[in-house]
């Protein structure tokens, strides 16, 4: 069974930086693509950033430049490095692992509030 925890978020002042992070158990992770997603509130899961395993990577254009989607396949782990934060960067952010057939398996969600 594949398992996704994740961890980072909190909350951040405009222009601050947060890392989330997570850990994938059960799964094949280096064939799968990684991805992370951001649900306003009152909004739908919409993509930020996924990363396939060939480590190309793809971006909301609202994140570009801002935000960094990487991986570390041997600890099975996928990061999103988020800098020059804004307040409409708020939402929960999910994590999850594409297997390219439609079939998606999403961590438990984390907070991310940029506030001043």
């Known amino acids: 069974q594949v398992n996704i925890v994740q961890s980072g978020g909190g909350m951040v002042q405009p222009g601050g930086s947060l890392r989330l992070s997570c850990v994938v158990s059960g799964s094949l992770f280096s064939i799968y693509t990684m991805a992370w997603y951001r649900q306003a509130p009152g909004k739908q899961r919409d993509l930020v950033a996924d990363?396939?395993?060939?480590?190309?990577?793809n971006y909301a254009d609202s994140v570009k430049g801002r935000f960094t989607i990487s991986r570390d396949t041997a600890k099975k782990t996928a990061y999103l490095q988020m800098s020059s934060l804004k307040p409409e960067d708020t939402g929960v952010y999910y994590c999850a692992q594409r297997d390219g057939l439609g079939g998606v398996i999403w961590g438990q969600g984390t907070q991310v509030t940029v506030s001043s």
């Open positions: 990363i396939n395993s060939a480590d190309t990577t």
